[in-house]
């Protein structure tokens, strides 16, 4: 996963989740290379509930960037 400027908002989001979140929340997912929006919408139930307050902050933050990518 690379943090290149030109991606798209939900990439930067769902590369934060597993940076920040990945063995709380996601220890059950692998990291895509290159996500589409639905690899990212597919955390979001995890971060939710695995995840503390922030993480689901964060699920919140990439269902909205991936709806406006689309």
Known sequence: MSSDSKQPEFV???ERAFKEFGTMALWSSKPAPHPT???ALAITHSLRVEGN???RR???LI???CHASV
Do not use: F, G, H, I
């Open 12 to 14: 930067r989001l769902y």
């Open 58 to 60: 964060l699920a919140e």
């Open 63 to 65: 269902e909205e960037a």
């Open 37 to 39: 929006p639905a690899d």
């Open 53 to 55: 307050l922030e993480a």
